[in-house]
């Protein structure tokens, strides 16, 4: 009894401390937070006059970003006719951040007034948060991305195409060297984004006393790009983040949104190994973001991998549905999406031969380069990337193709080739035998196209079944006969009544063969001795 009293008078005594420590952990003063410094345009990361020039079909153009929003505006040949293509997009964070608490970004995306009459073209919006210590930055949280949907002014969207917004939570982090959250527009057609900074600087004190300023005017970062008369700069057309822009690679995971899903399998495995291949694995730990280490057969392939292949080594890929990606040497590829019907390859270097199947219902399966995109379903195709251009090569079907520095969209059919990049070319025709025959080494009897394979089948079925009903029939003859053939009894032995005296009846010696008389037990030939 007096334990259980003591335990509860221990217990109330709890009750009443627990809120107390609550309220004084609640009510210690912050002794600092982070204040919005300047608000800058990103030189580096925002489009180049470089880059539009590199786009002979841009006729004019306006860009600008300025803190809380920006419009992007591009007029291109089409035709007889000229297009423009508009966009507006807003951007909204607080101006001091105190850390722990939870504090919301919104950004939006939208069309202002475009004359996209005869392809599709998107908007989008996305902030990303970056923190520094120690001199290294690193990417803070998920990034956040509005886009509106992919749409034809034609068609008559409806605002739910043409308007993208989105909001999103993230806790502040605690004291660092640096804070930043970069803004960037994107407009359909143009050739690179506009990219903003706000800076952050950590100050010391309270924050409930901190004295707001002003937001700095649009005049102080409006960052236009205007048509000018110079000879034209080197081409640098626009292109999809490219690992070598980040110091780690788990920064470039957070920004292509891989990070959450480093520990999926990516319904991808080995299906051949030829040569030097090796596989990236992720690890959050490593400065570098991951090691490489020797493929295996039996390998669990995961998202956000990295696969290359050596000189003269090659690898063959397979998916659940049958579909087969093979590796030419020099060529790398990341597995980029864990959910089967938005199966998705980045190829980062070489050459890669597809033969995707009909993906499960609704599925797509998409290839992305440095310059361009492949949209594909049920086709055999080619991707080539060097760096500097993205090149499809489609054997049978059709691939959607886009080309990132335009945004055209093109549909490309079994013979016809496209290059998008420094040295883009228009849609041609391609000798698919030759293209095939380059091939046949990495993967000797590839399919050249579907419709073959079908044949095949049918004639191996066809074959097989034949072949069992052969054997059937056989084995059904052979019971046959030895269902009528006549039974032998033991020599000796005769079953029933009419059994005889062993002893009594004539036998032949074992040894020679001799007659033995009834009641012998010598062979009167040769001696043997009987029974």
């Not at 009510?27 to 204040?35: A, F, H, I, L, S």
């Not at 070319?425 to 391609?430: A, N, R, S």
Request: proline letters at 5%; charged letters at 20%.
């Amino acid at each position: 009894m007096k334990l259980k009293r003591f335990l509860g008078i221990l217990m109330t005594a709890l009750l009443f401390l627990l809120p107390i420590q609550t309220v004084r952990a609640e009510t210690e003063p912050v002794t600092g937070y982070w204040k919005l410094k300047v608000t800058a345009v990103n030189q580096n990361d925002s489009v180049t006059e470089a880059m539009v020039q590199a786009n002979s079909n841009i006729v004019s153009h306006n860009y600008e970003i300025h803190p809380g929003g920006g419009s992007m505006s591009t007029t291109l040949k089409s035709g007889d006719n000229n297009i423009t293509i508009k966009s507006s997009h807003t951007f909204e964070a607080p101006e001091i951040l105190v850390p722990g608490q939870t504090v919301s970004i919104r950004i939006t995306a939208a069309d202002a007034g475009s004359s996209n009459s005869n392809y599709y073209i998107s908007h989008s919006t996305s902030a990303g948060k970056w923190i520094n210590n120690g001199g290294r930055w690193k990417s803070y949280g998920e990034p956040l991305n509005a886009a509106t949907g992919t749409f034809v002014t034609a068609q008559n969207p409806d605002k739910s195409l043409t308007q993208g917004e989105k909001t999103a939570e993230f806790i502040v982090p605690e004291k660092a060297d640096a804070f930043t959250i970069h803004f960037s527009i994107l407009g359909g057609s143009a050739p690179g984004p506009m990219v903003i900074n706000y800076d952050y600087d950590y100050v010391e004190g309270d924050p409930a006393g901190a004295a707001t300023t002003p937001t700095p005017s649009p005049s102080q970062s409006i960052n236009p790009i205007e048509p000018d008369t110079k000879e034209p700069a080197p081409p640098t057309p626009s292109k999809y983040p490219s690992m070598k822009d980040y110091d780690n690679y788990i920064d470039y995971l957070a920004s292509r949104d891989m990070l959450d899903y480093i520990d999926e399998d990516a319904g991808v495995v080995f299906s051949d190994l030829s040569g030097q291949v090796e596989v990236f694995v992720v690890d959050r730990d490593d400065p570098e973001g991951g090691q490489w280490e020797f493929a295996k057969i039996d390998k669990v392939l995961k998202t956000g991998m990295r696969i290359r292949t050596g000189l003269d080594s090659s690898a063959i890929l397979s998916f659940a549905d049958m579909s087969t990606f093979v590796m030419k040497p020099n060529t790398e590829i990341i597995l980029s999406s864990p959910t089967q019907k938005e199966n998705k390859l980045i190829l980062a270097a070489g050459n890669i031969w597809a033969n995707v199947k009909k993906m499960v219902k609704d599925g797509t399966m998409d290839i992305e380069m440095s310059y361009a995109a492949g949209g594909i379903r049920g086709t055999i195709f080619v991707c080539e990337e060097d760096g500097a251009n993205s090149t499809l090569k489609v054997i049978e079907g059709k691939v959607k193709f886009t080309d990132k520095s335009t945004g055209d969209v093109t549909m490309v059919s079994g013979g016809e080739m496209i290059t998008a990049g420094e040295n883009a070319t228009p849609l041609q025709d391609f000798n698919i035998q030759e293209e095939h025959a380059s091939w046949e080494s990495y993967a000797p009897g590839h399919a050249i196209t579907n419709k073959s394979n079908t044949v095949w089948f049918i004639v191996a079925a066809v074959g097989g079944a034949l072949l069992i009903a052969v054997i059937l029939i056989l084995i059904a003859v052979r019971r046959k006969k030895a269902r009528y053939a006549p039974v032998y009894a033991a020599p000796g032995y005769v079953s029933g009544a009419n059994k005889l005296d062993l002893k009594a009846a004539a036998s032949f010696c074992s040894n020679c063969g001799n007659r033995i008389d009834a009641g012998s037990s010598f062979c009167s030939k040769c001696g043997n001795k009987i029974g």
